[in-house]
């Protein structure tokens, strides 16, 4: 079929904030697989660049870059293992859930810190995975160890239907969801989500961190 050449007017431009409508989420999260993780931790590369505790940890630009997947691996790898790692359409974003039983890989964790971070930081920074272990419940729960969506498609809905699987399983299997949240700004999201705020982790200089236990509803 010959292309038709009636002339079709340009649609007005849009400020591209206004263009971030909400997308439909029926299918915009999945399941994902090992073929998905380098995509995957890009998007959290992305997506963490401001967060407060990581540039703590990693304040020059180069050493942020190069220690963030070892970091994401160390943390949510195990996700992986499980296979209850959820991505948006697009690897717009993650959510690394471990569920009951199956914890971060800490020997990794401490070895990554311990060869990436700053000396005169250690100290805190060993000081706030103790508070974190006193706030982590210790009874079987789902622990989401990062979630996080790039910037560019923030604001669409993706980090609700990132949570929304393992949150109805929590419900229907009657057990507790756990996170901490690294920014105060999104504390108000989590509470949406039944996430109540537990108290405050700080140590030294470090940014506070806050634990949030999600009971089953």
């Known amino acids: 079929m010959p292309l038709s050449t009636t002339t079709v007017p340009s649609p007005p431009l849009v400020p591209l904030a206004l263009q971030r409508s909400p997308l439909p989420m029926q299918n915009a999260v999945h ?4 073929a998905d993780q380098k995509h995957l931790t890009a998007a959290l590369v992305l997506a963490f660049v401001d967060d407060p505790m990581m540039r703590w940890m990693y ?44 914890e971060v890989d800490e020997q990794a964790l401490i070895e990554l810190f311990q060869r990436s971070v700053s000396e005169a930081l250690l ?74 705020l537990l108290g405050t982790i700080q140590a030294g200089t470090s940014p506070p961190l806050f634990p949030m236990l999600r009971p089953p509803q």
């Open 59 to 102: 304040p020059d630009s180069h050493q942020y870059l190069t220690h963030f997947p070892g970091f994401v691996r160390a943390f949510g790898g195990r996700a992986f293992e499980q296979q209850t790692v959820y991505a948006a359409s697009g690897h717009a974003g993650a959510a690394f859930w471990l569920p009951p039983g199956v």
């Open 123 to 196: 100290g805190d920074l060993f000081a706030v995975l103790e508070q974190m272990d006193h706030y982590h419940i210790h009874q079987p729960h789902w622990y989401l160890s990062l979630l996080a969506v790039e910037p560019v498609h923030q604001r669409r809905g993706y980090g609700s239907a990132l949570m929304h699987e393992i949150l109805a399983r929590c419900d229907r299997n009657h057990l507790p969801a756990y996170v901490e949240s690294s920014k105060p700004d999104n504390i108000p999201f989590y509470q949406r989500h039944g996430f109540e």
């Open 31 to 34: 399941l994902a697989t090992q």
